[in-house]
């Protein structure tokens, strides 16, 4: 191989094998079993090949973008595809952190593109999007923790996508200030960031991560932001949570000055990972819908198949919602 060929290939992020994913194998009494598991109808989806789909695979695999729809096996990855709409995922694929139930590669990352940010932008206004996604994975291993990589996607897609609504969806920064400070200091449209689970589930679902921890960072997110910024987070059911302790967590998140909540289903990605405990009807999602807009949600998406950033355009207080289809 040539020395241009050689630099060339370093250039590519190649995802790393998902041999040891997060999770544990173990299964526990009474959960659903991995293999050969029958799913409830309600969580059966077409499988994604639009050509939509197709067209935005190879676009976003051609700047060497990631998506979480894709890192995260999304249920809904065809649908949201042919609508034109993703959740990119910055700071490459490989997390610093082991949550149960996520398939994101664990390790030490190595992804460090200064031109990552204009790239988002320039794929969000080729896309003619009116509502992006930006997540990243945790990235305990920079000195800020990856919020200057927010900064700069949030400022390329105001300046390349003026009419775009921005919505970031950030890992707990280990709670400290000012990293948060600097990412909402940009005022991106929506702040989120997901809680995932019930505080009992914690030692077991998300490893290094702590429940009061992440309603801080929402609390400071919205007192830093105030009415210029909408707050939100979302959480998963079907991990030996019950109904109480996910109602008694809305209430947390609104003490927190939470504004708007997502929930949904998890589904185990494989058999490495938390097994599923049982599968919530969606009477039960409309159940906690319900509950959550009586403690004082603005908006609540729940539903089996919702994840945080599904027709996250949507999922908005009424007012900001009207202000981005007038926009």
């Known amino acids: 191989m040539s020395t241009t060929d050689s630099a060339s290939a370093e250039r590519v992020h190649v995802t790393r094998s998902r041999a040891k994913p997060g999770g544990t194998a173990a299964e526990a009494d009474g959960t659903v079993p991995f293999k050969r598991a029958r799913k409830p109808p309600w969580l059966k989806v077409p499988a994604p090949g639009g050509p939509n789909y197709r067209r935005l695979k190879a676009t976003i695999g051609a700047d060497n973008l990631h998506t ?104 707990d920064f280990r709670g400290q200030e000012m990293p948060l400070a600097k990412v909402v200091h940009e005022r991106p449209d929506v702040f989120n960031h997901n809680v995932e689970t019930v505080p009992r589930l914690y030692p077991v679902a998300r490893r290094g991560s702590q429940f009061l921890r992440s309603a801080r960072v929402l609390r400071m997110a919205k007192e830093m932001g105030g009415p210029e910024v909408v707050t939100k987070s979302g959480l998963m059911v079907g991990l030996g949570e019950s109904f109480e302790e996910m109602v008694e967590t809305f209430g947390l998140l609104r003490e927190h000055k939470v504004q708007v909540l997502t929930v949904g289903q998890y589904l185990r990605p494989t058999e490495n990972h938390l097994p599923v405990v049982r599968y919530w009807h969606p009477d039960e999602f409309a159940a906690l819908e319900q509950a959550a807009y009586d403690l004082g949600f603005e908006s609540v998406a729940a539903g089996p198949l919702v994840r945080s950033s599904y027709h996250a355009d949507q999922n908005l207080p009424e007012a900001v919602r009207a202000e981005s289809l007038i926009a």
């Open 68 to 171: 979480v729809c894709e890192e995260a096996n999304c249920p809904n990855v065809g649908e949201c595809w042919e609508r034109g709409t993703a959740t990119f995922m910055i700071l490459g694929d490989v997390c610093t952190r082991r949550c149960g139930f996520c398939n994101v590669q664990t390790g030490k990352p190595t992804w460090n593109d200064p031109l990552e940010p204009l790239r988002v932008a320039n794929q969000v206004k080729r896309m003619g999007l009116r509502h992006a996604v930006v997540t990243s994975v945790d990235r305990d291993d920079l000195p800020d923790y990856g919020a200057s990589a927010f900064v700069g996607v949030i400022r390329s897609i105001k300046m390349m996508a003026p009419d775009c609504k921005v919505e970031v969806l950030t890992p």
